[in-house]
């Protein structure tokens, strides 16, 4: 069965630090995978996805993420965090069935 | 365009109380989802629709949970009778979900937040 794991609950990093989020994936076909990202009180939006091709895809606000097949992974990453990007990332692999990580708070120090 | 609508945003009951939650996903989308966040937690997927078909509603706890997607646009899910367990955000989402095509890619609504006293 398909499930995402996300091992970091929570992290805090600097404004104008670089970020990376961990995502690890186990799925039995080649997977789609996606990371959302969810403000307080709002719903899931997307930020980017990966269904084939290159393994390094742009997302919005700056975010890119690389699908590393020997390591079942798909990490996210921004190079220069902004305060408004404070905020729970989710990892989520799947299309029709798509399976939900726990989720990383990121908070952003100024 | 518009997108997912849900209501209510907010609602609290009593347990052993009933509630029910409605959608209204982006126009010609297929596929409906409902999910439940509890808090800390990720989404779970509860039930899935295609048009007004069930695909999966494996983790749908189906003693006190029923969803209905009639004429495959609007959906209702409901609570009867809620446990404390239940208090948890409610999501919708819908697809395109078209057989070929269909990029994966969910839209979410605000969803509604369950408090169960």
């Known amino acids: 069965a398909q499930s995402v794991t996300q091992p970091d609950i929570h992290i805090t990093v600097s404004e104008g630090a670089s970020l990376e989020l961990r995502c690890n994936y186990s799925?039995?076909?080649?997977?789609?995978l996606f990371w959302y990202v969810q403000s307080p009180g709002q719903g899931l939006q997307l930020l980017l996805k990966?269904?084939?091709?290159?393994?390094l895809v742009q997302g919005i606000k700056g975010f890119e993420a690389e699908f590393k097949r020997s390591q079942s992974s798909f990490n996210l990453r921004k190079p220069s965090v902004h305060w408004s990007d404070a905020a729970e990332y989710f990892c989520?692999?799947?299309?029709?069935?798509?399976?939900f990580g726990a989720g990383t708070r990121l908070t952003v120090k100024p | 365009e518009a997108g997912v609508a849900q209501s209510p945003r907010y609602k609290i009951i009593e347990k052993r109380q009933s509630v029910a939650f409605w959608c209204n996903p982006i126009s010609g989308h297929a596929t409906l989802y409902w999910y439940q966040q509890i808090l800390g937690q990720g989404p779970k997927l509860l039930i899935q629709?295609?048009?007004?078909?069930?695909?999966?509603d494996s983790q749908l706890p189906k003693d006190r949970f029923s969803a209905e997607r009639l004429k495959g646009v609007d959906s209702t899910l409901k609570i009867q009778p809620a446990k404390l367990e239940d208090s948890a955000v409610y999501l919708c989402a819908s697809s395109w979900g078209g057989t070929s095509g269909n990029t994966g890619e969910l839209f979410f609504g605000e969803g509604s937040r369950l408090t169960v006293l």
């Open positions: 990966y269904f084939s091709g290159d393994t």
């Open positions: 989520a692999v799947g299309s029709n069935d798509m399976r």
């Open positions: 629709f295609q048009n007004n078909g069930v695909v999966d």
């Open positions: 799925y039995g076909a080649t997977p789609y």
